[in-house]
């Protein structure tokens, strides 16, 4: 490794045949009900060379005992609690420190995430044949029985594929600088197994910690992306992000009132560049988290991100987007409309002419076509209780990971791989979702004898 610039090249790691281990950190607070079901995603995996590092935020339910009866019989799983109460990024930082000297993959999750059936295992086996400073993957998306909202419940959406890139993090960057991509594109440490090396590298590089600004996981792909050459990118799920009546992600960027994301609010400082000053509540979207951690990577990895500039005009294009996701009744929208009119430079919003969207309306399954291969989006509502247990076997179902064969598409082949028009592959995926859609019922009614 260098000093200061993209330090970890795909040869420069190298990794033992049967020296793979991973560390699981689960970051939670007063999630007890749904941190039972992230536990028992991870423990019951195949592949046994792992540890699980709970970071307990102060919490006050039944959480403590609950990890005392898993630590007592299982030597796997330590617990790091806190007594008081630490914001979302301190709690997450205690994980670092125990990095030192080891070799592990390490990812975060959350407590009402999951890890799919058999992830450890195909990582490790990708892994060992391509060994690479990070593991990527895209989730899937799911939404708990009690989630904050209601036409949401049971929502399942994944990718159907088999491909594997190998991403240069320069286009990353780029593209995430002008705001045309999204942060989950990216390394994020929430979504991604990460080489212990590459993490403290990037905590000499800081100078004191490795997490920043007030979505660590946001902030986890853009200096992870300043030190790392490339990536290697599963278009397919490894694990499960869950979204559940607890969840601050939901409840802050649809004005829900909950008290771990009031919480949130009232301990983090946002970056000047989207600072709300004014009357009005401090708003909370994607571009936001996007923008706030972007900022304070530069901030603080200025040598690594120096030679991208942070595109002011295009973020405000974002925000100007992202007021079409609120009402005008929203105690959020006036914040937005005042961060848009700084970074803008204009004297008032214009009236907004697409059609106001609104994710609390609900979802349709179906299967759409990607490039890489199918999206589906699938009902558990119907089961009589569903849990990210349950949306694992479903995914299971139709991606089985122990047969996927590990063959790298890079940057040169990435996009040359399908030669069928547009009209052929429009055909087959309706073909192909007509069948899906037979199998995800059928699989369904199995699941309610279950």
């Known amino acids: 490794m260098n000093s200061n610039g993209q330090v970890i090249e795909q040869n420069e790691v190298t990794a033992e045949a049967e020296d793979i281990d991973f560390l699981i950190v689960v970051p939670t607070r007063n999630r007890s009900r749904t941190l039972s079901y992230t536990i028992e995603s991870i423990i019951t995996q195949n592949y046994k060379d792992f540890r699980l590092l709970i970071?307990?935020?102060?919490?006050?339910?039944?959480?403590?005992?609950?990890?005392?009866?898993y630590t007592e019989n299982d030597h796997r799983i330590t617990v790091l609690r806190s007594e008081k109460?630490?914001?979302?990024?301190?709690?997450?930082?205690?994980?670092?420190?125990?990095?030192?000297?080891?070799?592990q993959y390490v990812t975060f999750i959350g407590d009402d995430d999951g890890l799919l059936p058999g992830?450890?295992?195909?990582?490790?086996?990708?892994?060992?044949?391509?060994?690479?400073?990070?593991?990527?993957?895209?989730?899937?998306?799911?939404?708990?029985?009690?989630?904050?909202?209601?036409?949401?419940?049971?929502y399942l959406s994944f990718n159907l594929s088999s491909t594997i890139r190998s991403i240069p993090t320069l286009s990353f960057l780029t593209d995430i600088h002008n705001f045309s991509c999204g942060y989950d594109l990216?390394?994020?440490?929430?979504?991604?197994?990460?080489?212990?090396?590459?993490?403290?590298?990037?905590?000499?590089?800081?100078?004191?910690?490795?997490?920043?600004?007030c979505s660590p996981d946001v902030y986890?792909?853009?200096?992870?992306?300043?030190?790392?050459?490339?990536?290697?990118?599963?278009?397919?799920?490894?694990?499960?992000?869950?979204?559940?009546?607890?969840?601050?992600?939901?409840?802050?960027?649809?004005?829900?009132?909950?008290?771990?994301?009031?919480?949130?609010?009232?301990?983090?400082?946002?970056?000047?560049?989207?600072?709300?000053?004014?009357?009005?509540?401090?708003?909370?979207?994607?571009?936001?988290?996007?923008?706030?951690?972007?900022?304070?990577?530069?901030?603080?990895?200025?040598?690594?991100?120096?030679?991208?500039?942070?595109?002011?005009?295009?973020l405000a294009t974002k925000i100007f987007n992202d007021l079409s996701l609120v009402s005008e009744t929203s105690r959020r929208r006036r914040g937005l409309e005042h961060i848009y009119l700084r970074l803008s430079g204009k004297t008032?919003?214009?009236?907004?002419?697409?059609?106001?969207?609104?994710i609390s309306s609900g979802f349709t399954r179906g299967v759409r076509i990607y490039e890489d291969g199918l999206e589906i989006v699938a009902d558990l509502s119907t089961l009589e209780d569903s849990d990210v247990l349950t949306a694992g076997k479903y995914i299971n179902s139709l991606i089985d990971l122990s047969a996927i064969e590990v063959n790298i598409l890079h940057d040169s082949e990435s996009h040359t791989e399908c030669e069928e028009t547009k009209g052929e592959i429009n055909k087959s995926s309706r073909l192909l979702g007509r069948f899906i859609r037979k199998t995800l019922d059928a699989f369904t009614k199995l699941l309610k004898k279950v």
Request: charged share 20%; hydrophobic share 35%; proline share 4%.
């Open 55 to 69: 970071l307990d935020n102060a919490s006050s339910d039944a959480t403590s005992s609950l990890c005392r009866d």
């Open 85 to 103: 109460d630490l914001t979302m990024t301190d709690n997450w930082e205690r994980a670092i420190p125990t990095l030192e000297g080891t070799n």
């Open 119 to 154: 992830a450890l295992q195909f990582a490790a086996q990708t892994l060992r044949l391509q060994p690479t400073s990070v593991l990527s993957w895209k989730k899937a998306e799911y939404c708990w029985p009690d989630v904050a909202l209601p036409s949401m419940s049971g």
């Open 186 to 213: 990216g390394p994020s440490i929430y979504s991604s197994f990460v080489r212990a090396d590459l993490i403290l590298h990037v905590v000499r590089q800081d100078g004191t910690r490795f997490f920043r600004s």
């Open 220 to 314: 986890s792909a853009f200096v992870l992306s300043a030190y790392a050459k490339s990536i290697l990118r599963c278009s397919f799920p490894l694990s499960i992000n869950g979204a559940s009546g607890a969840s601050n992600g939901i409840a802050q960027t649809n004005e829900i009132k909950n008290e771990e994301a009031s919480s949130f609010l009232s301990e983090n400082v946002f970056h000047p560049i989207i600072r709300h000053s004014k009357e009005g509540q401090q708003p909370i979207t994607v571009t936001i988290a996007e923008a706030d951690s972007l900022a304070t990577a530069h901030d603080f990895h200025k040598d690594a991100l120096g030679m991208y500039n942070i595109d002011t005009d295009r």
């Open 348 to 358: 008032e919003v214009p009236v907004y002419k697409g059609q106001q969207k609104c």
